[in-house]
């Protein structure tokens, strides 16, 4: 398997400005225009309204969580409570 990126430094793009999430994400919502299978998007994604907003904007059909859920054990309950309608 050909790892495609090792760094931030080999990348051939750059990440628009105002792009509140890091350089792993955002090239997982390039992917996302450019395929038609689901896409996951990992790394840095600390808050449900982070998470949350990737969602409802259609730049990844999944994110998921790693170091939130270790710093919070409640994330997931926050997110329901706070993104009702979105989980609903
Ligand atoms: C305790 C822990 C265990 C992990 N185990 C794996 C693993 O087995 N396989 C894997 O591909 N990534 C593993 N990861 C990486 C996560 O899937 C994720 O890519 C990474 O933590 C970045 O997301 P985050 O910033 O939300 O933590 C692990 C991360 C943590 C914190």
């Known amino acids: 398997m050909e790892t495609l990126l090792a760094s931030e430094s080999d ?4 990440i628009p400005r105002g792009f ?3 350089w792993i994400v955002y090239g997982g919502t390039e992917i996302k225009k450019k395929v038609k299978v689901p896409v996951i998007v990992v790394n840095g994604i600390r808050t449900p309204a982070q998470a949350n907003f990737l969602i409802e904007k259609g730049k990844a059909d999944f994110v998921a969580i790693g170091k939130g859920l270790l710093v919070d054990p409640a994330w997931a309950n926050q997110a329901e409570h706070n993104c009702q309608s979105y989980l609903a």
């Open 11 to 14: 990348l051939d793009f750059k």
């Open 20 to 22: 509140k999430y890091n």
